[in-house]
């Protein structure tokens, strides 16, 4: 099997994590055919239960609009928006950042 020069190619990426949905949006933003690959059924599903967050404060940009923006369904993703964090010290006093 060869590959004929000018003839657009389908690319593949390997795994659904955050690195190759990033990858695959940025190249079918560009026009290009892009089919990602992973082990397991449902994206994500490795996080399924445990307690992830997105660093949403370094940006004027909330990170979910940024996601709208790029074209994904937020529907299809478990999450919990939330304003307040209640912070532990190590004398036992709970405050709220």
């Known amino acids: 099997m060869g590959v004929v020069m000018g003839e657009e190619q389908a690319i593949h990426i390997m795994g659904a994590g955050l690195s190759g949905l990033a990858a695959a949006t940025v190249l079918a933003k560009a026009g290009k055919e892009v089919h990602v690959h992973d082990i397991r059924d449902d ?55």
């Open 43 to 97: 994206s994500g599903a490795r996080f399924d239960g445990d307690f992830q967050a997105l660093e949403n404060w370094s940006m004027g940009v909330d990170f979910f609009d940024q996601l709208k923006e790029w074209g994904f369904d937020l529907s299809q993703f478990k999450a919990t928006e939330f304003d307040v964090v209640d912070l532990i010290h190590p004398d036992d006093t709970i405050t709220q950042a």
